[in-house]
């Protein structure tokens, strides 16, 4: 039989097909890439120092005794300042340490019996700890330490010319929350109690004096 070069043509496609369907089927089947893995966004750390400014209220109250005699009341003000710490994290948990400092505007004039004396302060500051919880970048906590402020009390008492001032130390606690507004700027609502007691002011002879304060601040963190 005569083989046309057509059919030859023809026999070898066929052939060169054949083999290569052959290598194929011993070819085992490739493997799916594997996925790519998902970038993951970063989850806030609270750990880190940072600085930053407040202003609120304070609303005080003031108990002045001059020897059986006691009168007083409350009185408010603004406030302005600011503050500084350092915060750790350890999981949800966030312990610190702050100091803060603030100008208050809150001068009041009292009248008894014994006399007439206006009281007034200028400054509220806190050296305290800190500890929250924290969601991401929401966290909650309380705060508690060392206060200090200035008092001064003027007029008379008892006939007699007073104006003094001191220099007080107490106690305070408190309570806000903080929120990360971008992973440096964090924004504050904090409400603090503060305790100054039995201070001596002369012809007052005691002073016990307190406040109730509300800010809101915003901090840079490091």
């Known amino acids: 039989m005569v083989v046309r070069p057509s059919m030859r043509l023809v026999l070898s496609a066929l052939a060169v097909l054949s083999v290569t369907a052959a290598n194929a089927a011993d070819v ?11 970038i993951e966004v970063p989850i806030f750390t609270w750990t880190g120092g940072y600085i930053g400014l407040q202003g609120g209220y304070s609303w005080a109250d003031a108990q002045l005794e001059s020897g059986a005699e006691t009168f007083g009341g409350d009185f408010g003000g603004g406030m302005f300042g600011g503050f500084a710490g350092y915060n750790w994290q350890a999981g ?40 929250g919880y924290a969601w991401d970048r929401v ?6 330490g ?13 006939g007699a010319s007073l104006d003094t001032s001191r220099d007080l130390t107490g106690w305070t606690v408190g309570a806000g929350v903080d929120y990360a507004i971008t992973n440096n700027w964090v924004g504050r609502v904090e409400y603090r109690y503060y305790d100054f007691s039995n201070e001596d002011f002369g012809d ?12 809101v601040g915003i901090s840079y963190k490091f």
Not at 101 to 127: K, M, P, Q
Not at 139 to 144: D, L
Not at 210 to 215: A, E, K, Q, R
Request: aromatic residues 8%; hydrophobic residues 40%; negative net charge.
């Open 28 to 38: 085992a089947p490739s493997e799916a890439p594997p996925p790519t893995p998902g």
């Open 92 to 131: 949800p948990v966030v312990f610190g340490v702050e100091g803060d400092a603030s100008a208050i505007s809150n001068d009041e004039r009292f009248s008894s019996s014994v006399g007439d004396v206006e009281v007034g302060t200028d400054y509220l500051a806190s050296l305290r700890g800190r500890l």
């Open 139 to 144: 966290m909650v906590y309380g705060t508690g």
């Open 146 to 158: 060392v206060a200090f402020a200035d008092a001064s009390a003027n007029g008379v008492v008892n």
């Open 204 to 215: 007052l002879s005691n002073v016990d004096l307190d406040f109730n304060t509300v800010s």
